[in-house]
């Protein structure tokens, strides 16, 4: 079996621009953000004129295997640089080398996210991308898989399904068109999947009929749950829009616009994915993003579309296919499976440059489109189940929209926890019976400083402005970040799927107090509902780092340094909870400052660049909203081993999806405070004048819970 590869996310999002210059950030990498200009190497004509030969280079390309490049190969190879140096420049480039040592480091790959927003550019070739410093395609390496990343309001989770996964086969070829080899490319997808098929895993229906009608009839006799299209497909550029060859009732073509074809497949919420064997289907325009068939699929709630960016023969198409269902069956991610499929093109068409014609546009992020409901009918020698991400069906009735949410949050107020004025941006949960044990530290009831003021901290970002001051009612939270020990009993008593690196559900050895990673938000939900606990809100998170003193560090103003907490790669992994003395918050919680993120209760918004919650902090704008669907982005606080001084900073807001998981995202929680129980107050001496705070260094009795003192 091939190894199940875990993948860190390298996102980068390119903005609209004027002429050849474009605006490119990387919102997220394991190096952290940066922004650049890219400057594409070709005036408008002149690029068309690059794309061209670079189609015809493509269609020259199936000749014998070469010693040395071809000018096929060459031209191809010299547009490839070309795109690459364009995108990454500058501190982009930095944070993907960094990245790429990052990901060899901890034994994982890199997968490369693109969001481009230009219509012009999404045209481009990008699976061409061509490193000149190694001499290969990025995309050719299963360890940097490149994804087409669309992102939408509606959520994408991952599918429970049953076993078996029901694959609809269309193959279509009008006897007015030119004839496909059908027969091959059937035989070689039954071929892949005929040990699962017998097993009972995989169902594959050939539809016998090649017209629209037959195609509603048959998705009417689902629920299907992949979509594979055998045929022609083209673009009309009169239209912008991109088209499949069916039949009409004669047996010729009859062009099936990708509008339509998308109002068809998008009513079977079961479908998620569809592989577009036919040229061009996912060929844009230069004025709409969504105006090729694969990107009209996703904007219509497909999770995944393989398409073909440009034509490609009979036998590079049934190369790919047949590779990429032996992938996916192997439990690869979608992602994963393509580039296994590149190469495969690649090595069996003699060097042919058609393994770049694929493109996948893919809304679930982190490749998994399916949950295999029976784990134990669908098992692998290994032990891993086939075809499956292992996480829990998302509740489908959430709010859709921020207008939904705040009406929820207007209609359905929280109580608030404590006495006055001051506010409790959760419900909190109360256990019937402890089922694990947590260093407490309550929190006092008071006002404090939440944000950041720009002319005591230059390295505030503007979703931390202004600074505002912030009441809370007291709490309790855990002075450390939830253990993989305190997680083990969760997994233990409750089935729930263990993180990723674990092997047979037990965490590593030797990092039992090690904070727990590879937890997405409905994890550590999962984990507090259990527990009889909550994550705690932003603000909560913030005061219990900083105090009410408006302090830059957990520790003072000070920046840290590696005597002081986990970051920067100083370690370059985890380390055990309470290693660093002085990473202490004056209310004693340790961790705070680097190791790992930590998730919040507090949503975000829609687009990483840019939060929706703006401050300042107030839980009725609907921030607070445990339900919103998951096209909504959560807070994420602290920094991990991995960030700069200024992303372990107090007041620094980050934000992930809600089913990101990966090594260094983890969470502690909070609980209501108990009553006449004793609570800190977080000294104050130098919150008229934070300029000159000192550093600070606190010492605490964790069997104990004293209270922290300053020494």
Not at 332 to 355: G, H, I, Q, T, Y
Not at 578 to 607: F, K, M
Not at 608 to 616: E, G, M, N, T
Not at 637 to 655: E, I, K, L, P, S
Request: hydrophobic residues 35%; proline residues 7%.
């Amino acid at each position: 079996m091939p190894t199940y590869l875990i993948y860190l996310d390298f996102e980068l999002e390119i903005g609209a621009g004027d002429g050849p210059e474009y605006p490119v950030e990387v919102v997220h990498s394991p190096a952290g953000e940066a922004r650049a200009t890219i400057r594409l190497p070709h005036r408008e004509l002149a690029l068309e004129n690059r794309l061209k030969d670079l189609q015809i280079a493509l269609l020259r390309s199936n000749g014998t295997r070469r010693q040395i490049p071809s000018p096929e190969e060459a031209v191809v190879q010299h547009f490839g640089s070309e795109l690459f140096d364009a995108l990454f420049t500058g501190e982009v480039r930095s944070r993907y080398d960094v990245s790429q040592e990052l990901a060899h480091q901890q034994g994982k790959g890199l997968r490369l996210k693109l969001r481009i927003h230009p219509p012009a550019l999404a045209a481009l070739p990008w699976e061409f991308l061509y490193d000149a410093r190694g001499a290969e395609y990025i995309c050719l390496s299963r360890n940097t898989p490149v994804v087409r990343y669309l992102e939408l309001a509606q959520p994408i989770q991952p599918l429970l399904i049953t076993p078996p996964l029901r694959i609809l086969g269309m193959v279509v070829s009008p006897t007015d068109l030119e004839p496909l080899d059908t027969k091959v490319e059937q035989m070689r997808v039954e071929r892949a999947l005929r040990t699962l098929q017998a097993a009972g895993l995989v169902e594959l229906t050939w539809l016998e009929g090649n017209t629209w009608r037959d195609l509603q009839r048959a998705m009417r006799n689902g629920p299907w749950h992949i979509f594979h299209f055998i045929g022609h497909g083209g673009f009309d550029s009169r239209r912008e829009e991109g088209m499949v060859a069916l039949a009409n009732d004669e047996g010729r073509a009859h062009f099936f616009s990708a509008t339509d074809l998308g109002r068809l497949l998008a009513d079977h919420r079961s479908l998620r994915l569809v592989l577009l064997n036919a040229c061009e289907g996912a060929r844009s325009g230069t004025h709409d993003i969504f105006s090729s068939t694969a990107a009209t699929l996703i904007r219509r709630g497909i999770a995944a579309v393989v398409a073909m960016q440009y034509a490609i023969s009979d036998a590079a198409a049934i190369e790919f296919s047949q590779m990429f269902y032996e992938s996916l069956v192997d439990a690869m991610p979608a992602d994963a499976a393509v580039a296994e499929a590149r190469k495969a093109v690649s090595f069996a068409r003699n060097n042919s440059l058609e393994w770049g014609t694929p493109v996948l546009y893919m809304r679930a992020p982190d490749g998994q489109i399916f949950s295999v409901q029976s784990a134990q009918d669908a098992e692998t020698p290994n032990g891993r189940s086939k075809l499956t991400d292992d996480r829990p069906k998302m509740n489908d009735e959430r709010p859709t929209t921020l207008e939904q949410i705040n009406h929820r949050s207007s209609t359905e107020k929280t109580a608030i926890q404590g006495s006055g004025d001051y506010l409790d941006a959760r419900p909190v949960a109360q256990p019937p019976v402890p089922t694990v044990e947590f260093d407490w530290v309550t929190i006092s009831a008071g006002d404090f400083l939440m944000g950041s003021d720009r002319r005591l901290d230059p390295l505030a970002y503007d979703d931390e402005l202004p600074q505002h001051c912030v009441g809370l009612s007291s709490y309790r939270i855990s002075r450390t970040p939830v253990t993989n020990a305190q997680y083990q009993h969760f997994v233990a008593a409750t089935g729930h799927p263990a993180p990723l690196h674990w092997e047979n559900g037990r965490c590593p050895a030797g990092k039992e107090r090690h904070p727990v990673v590879y937890v997405s938000w409905h994890d550590a939900q999962a984990f507090c509902t259990w527990a009889g606990c909550r994550l705690p809100s932003e603000a909560e998170w913030e005061k219990s780092a900083r105090g009410t003193d408006g302090r830059l560090y957990p520790w003072g103003d000070v920046g840290p340094d590696e005597s002081v907490c986990n970051y920067n790669m100083d370690v370059g992994d985890t380390t055990p909870v309470g290693h660093y003395p002085e990473n202490v918050s004056p209310y004693g919680l340790v961790d705070i400052a680097g190791n790992v993120w930590e998730w919040t209760s507090s949503l975000w918004g829609r687009e990483a660049r840019k939060p929706d919650f703006v401050y300042p902090y107030t839980p009725e704008d609907g921030r607070e909203n445990g339900e919103a669907d998951d096209g909504l982005l959560r807070v994420v606080r602290g920094g991990a081993f991995f960030n700069f001084d200024n992303q372990v900073r107090c007041a620094y807001r980050h934000a992930q999806e809600p089913n990101y998981r990966e090594d260094n995202v983890g969470f502690r929680v909070v609980a209501i405070a108990k009553a006449n129980e004793p609570t800190l107050s977080a000294p104050s001496s130098y919150a008229t004048n934070p300029t000159k705070a000192p550093g600070h260094r606190w010492d605490f009795d964790a069997k104990r819970g004293d209270p922290p003192r300053s020494v």
